[in-house]
């Protein structure tokens, strides 16, 4: 408990620096994320795609393509575990700290480093194969740029916490500051004593949900799992709208 | 019974003298835009030959189409639902651009802006997808009437299904032609492909259509479709399909390519099918009982059960009426000398193909004998084991018998018809020797020989209660063009991001553009423009005096007309 205890004294000097970015960016970032992509759904489905350039290139999309995905996806899956379930939860069900140190560490460093090499693979297939190249957007390269940093930022703090330092156990700051967002109770103070790199990929990780809705990467948001439910083969009738009426009152077919 | 509509076409393949026609005027309508330059709703292949992507019937390699599983059951060739999501990122058997053709323009600007020299400038080809020069190695039709030779028809893949023997004496025996469009096929693989479940079959006249606003550009239909017939647009990372011309067809116009064939060769109509039967039909165990198959899943239009049950399913009267005219209902299972294109594939395709008699024929005149007596036909037909052979690959499955059929079918129609056109008596035993009576023989060769447009493509028009909004398209115009009244330049997110422009707004502009423009072409400095037809004379309209000061006439407040009425 001396950990926390040192926080909180060091809360007492976090000020409006502390609010802006630690209150404020997140709660505008979030309202970007989720407004950005109602109105994109609405304003621009026809440019809501995965923008695939597989067609110009496969041989290094092969390697580096799942790579990265399936890298970002046991990421994900480690975030929602390390910033969503208490610390409290885990020491419940009998998984100690260190136990899910071991495990969050050695998991997340495979996955970082899949995710971080399909990431290195793809951007240099995107700048030296030369179809692929010209069909990159400068919003791309921003957003290549954005979550690159943000990547690079997550696994430098997670290997200078752990393998430099002697470990960082960010479920005592980092997560309950992160759920006190959703609780509309957020608490500045638990992220001011945090080591600079944690802070450094928090902020990017945040300015990137608000581009998030401007990119490409709003394919994430409809990953097809309805595939797995739908029958095979979809039938659609001609919609009934503009420039066509229902049949008046009386005229129903007999049956 | 469940009564569906399906609408449908024949192509007449003695009849295709390979022009391109219905490729070049598909183009233009529909894929004239940027992302799709490689893309042929409609080509034309010449057969024996590789096709269009290159050796596209080789399932082996591209795994398109239906299976039977080990269980006996349908199954995607390339994989199911789980294997499908674990492989999106980079699908494995995808086409690449190199197994189409890289689209290249030509540096014609050269040609103007060179100086003087002393030899003709050269408009280097370019490349469309780097922008570079390319050296051009491959195109659409490259092989195109080439098919029969050494160097080509080698890689055709039915060739390397039929025996050794008939590989080496292939290329002295025949070549024809294929034209290709998306077969709209009962048991889709391309939407059955689709995880985000964008591509669909119409309810009313079984037309697959691609949902541009629900495509995400995950590509698996392209590997579903057996037919190589959905591509992707690499600008606007969707899938683009054949849209059966669905503008025209509700409208009761056939398609574009069937309205510019020369040849005159293609049919459009209804065929009334039990969508229950569908399934059990496209799990048949034998790949040559496919075809049979397919036919007992069509209905006839003119059984009065039959009609019922399609009221109750509430198709409308008049396409009923239009299902009992229909040519290619007479073609499948009245004469029945339409044959499926690749019924292996199991999607239930639904463009039928009349097999050329022609390699027969031309092969008996060869000989010297008599090319128009059927004896020598039949005779022809039983010995040419080639040609039928590489049709049964096509049609059947490999089967002979079917096409066997068809083909004496044909060369009866034209030893018959020979001797009504030389004023001799009509010999009966020839339709007979096929299972055919005179009158049927009769009405058989008016529909293939001189069948008029309206015979040819018998559309009922789709019901405007109805109908799917003319008005919204779901898919792509053909003004989508870049720079064009479809596409409002590009929005923030690349190519064509951005809503569609209501067609309906779209046509208030070009209206009040056109309106208020001074030239008839390119009108410029679009705030200046008046526009005298609409000016009732009073006041003055904004651009007619040049601007004064204050509250001249020119005025941009003054009264008069401001907004054209369009």
Redesign the interface.
């Known amino acids: 408990m001396t950990a926390s205890q040192q926080h909180l004294t060091l809360a007492v000097e976090s000020g409006t620096g502390g609010i802006l970015l630690w209150v404020a960016l997140p709660y505008v970032s979030l309202a970007v994320f989720v407004l950005g992509h109602v109105w994109r759904y609405r304003y621009d489905k026809f440019g809501w795609t995965t923008r695939s350039s597989q067609l110009y290139e496969r041989r290094l999309l092969r390697i580096g393509s799942p790579l990265f995905h399936f890298g970002i996806l046991f990421v994900l899956l480690g975030h929602i575990g390390g910033l969503l379930i208490p610390e409290s939860w885990t020491h419940a069900v009998g998984i100690s700290e260190h136990t899910y140190h071991v495990l969050a560490v050695v998991v997340g460093t495979i996955a970082g480093v899949c995710t971080v090499g399909g990431l290195v693979i793809l951007i240099y297939r995107r700048r030296t194969v030369g179809p692929v190249f010209s069909a990159t957007t400068r919003n791309d390269k921003a957003m290549y740029l954005s979550l690159a940093v943000t990547i690079g930022l997550g696994l430098a703090a997670t290997v200078a916490a752990n393998i430099v330092g002697g470990g960082y156990n960010y479920r005592e700051t980092i997560s309950p500051w992160f759920r006190s967002l959703f609780y509309l109770q957020p608490d500045p103070d638990l992220m001011t004593g945090v080591p600079v790199l944690f802070q450094l990929h928090a902020l990017s990780a945040l300015l990137l949900f608000a581009a998030w809705p401007f990119t490409r990467l709003v394919h994430m948001l409809t990953a097809p799992l309805g595939y797995l439910t739908r029958p095979y083969i979809v039938y659609r009738s001609r919609d009934t709208q503009l420039g066509s009426r229902a049949p008046h009152r009386g005229w129903e077919r007999i049956r | 019974m469940r009564v569906m509509a399906q609408m449908a076409m024949v192509m007449n393949l003695d009849k295709c003298i390979g022009c391109h026609t219905c490729s070049v005027t598909c183009k233009q309508a529909w894929t004239n835009r940027t992302g799709v330059e490689y893309v042929w709703f409609n080509n034309v292949e010449t057969r024996p030959g590789q096709g269009y992507p290159r050796r596209y019937e080789d399932q082996e390699r591209w795994r398109g189409g239906w299976e039977l599983n080990k269980k006996g059951r349908l199954a995607?060739k390339a994989g199911g639902?789980?294997k499908?999501?674990i492989?999106?990122?980079?699908?494995?058997v995808?086409p690449?651009?190199d197994d189409y053709y890289e689209p290249w323009t030509y540096d014609y600007e050269t040609l103007t802006n060179a100086p003087l020299q002393e030899h003709t400038p050269v408009a280097r080809p370019k490349s469309l997808?780097?922008?570079?020069d390319m050296k051009i190695s491959w195109s659409a039709n490259w092989d195109d009437d080439l098919g029969g030779s050494s160097e080509h028809g080698e890689k055709d893949v039915l060739l390397n299904q039929v025996s050794e023997k008939i590989k080496l004496e292939f290329e002295q025996t025949f070549m024809f032609y294929l034209p290709r469009i998306c077969e709209h096929c009962l048991?889709?693989s391309c939407?059955?492909s689709?995880?985000?479940?964008a591509?669909?079959?119409?309810?009313?006249d079984g037309i697959v259509l691609v949902?541009?606003?629900?495509?995400?550009?995950?590509?698996m239909c392209v590997t579903g479709c057996p037919y190589k017939k959905v591509y992707?647009n690499?600008?606007?990372?969707?899938a683009e399909k054949c849209t059966f011309c669905f503008p025209r067809v509700e409208v009761g116009l056939p398609t574009v390519c069937s309205e510019t064939c020369v040849g005159r060769l293609r049919y459009i109509g209804l065929v009334l099918y039990d969508a229950d039967k569908v399934l059990e039909a496209a799990s048949t165990p034998d790949d040559k009982d496919l075809y049979e198959a397919q036919r007992g899943v069509f209905l006839d239009p003119d059984d009065p059960q039959v009609i019922a049950e399609a009221?109750?399913a509430?198709i409308p009267r008049d396409w009923i009426e239009a299902a009992q005219r229909s040519p290619i209902h007479a073609l499948i299972n009245t004469f029945k000398v339409a044959l499926p294109l690749h019924p292996e594939y199991r999607t239930m395709p639904m463009v039928w193909y009349i097999p050329p008699l022609s390699p027969v024929v031309d092969a008996v005149r060869d000989t010297g004998r008599d090319a128009e007596d059927h004896g020598n036909l039949f005779a022809a037909v039983d010995a040419l084991r080639i040609p039928v052979d590489y049709l049964a690959q096509l049609f059947t499955a490999g089967d002979p018998a079917p096409v066997d059929a068809v083909l004496r079918r044909l060369a009866a129609m034209r030893a018959y018809m020979r001797d009504i056109n030389l004023g001799r008596e009509p010999d009966a035993s020839i339709p007979e020797s096929v299972g055919m009576g005179e009158e049927q023989m009769y009405d058989m060769y008016r529909l293939l020989a001189l069948a008029k447009y309206d015979e040819r493509y018998v559309i009922p028009a789709?019901h405007?209660?109805?109908?799917?909004?003319?008005?919204?398209l779901a898919t792509e115009c053909s003004l989508d063009y870049e720079g064009g009244p479809g596409m409002g330049g590009s929005?923030?997110?690349?190519e064509?991001?951005?809503?569609?422009a209501p067609i309906?707004v779209e046509n208030f502009h070009a209206l009040r553009d056109r309106q208020t423009s001074d030239t008839p072409a390119a009108p410029t400095g679009k705030e200046t423009r008046v526009n005298l037809l609409n000016w009732d004379g009073k006041g003055s309209p904004p651009g007619l005096f040049p601007p004064g000061n204050g509250d001249g006439p020119g005025s941009p407040d003054s009264g008069g007309e401001v907004e054209p009425r369009p």
């Open positions: 995607l639902r789980f499908k999501l492989t999106i990122f980079a699908n494995p995808l690449s651009l997808i780097t922008g570079k048991n889709p939407a059955a689709c995880p985000s479940g591509i669909y079959k119409r309810e009313e949902d541009q606003d629900k495509c995400r550009g995950w590509r992707f690499h600008r606007t990372g969707k009221e109750k509430d789709a405007a209660e109805q109908a799917h909004s003319l008005e919204e929005g923030p997110f690349g064509t991001s951005g809503g569609a309906a």
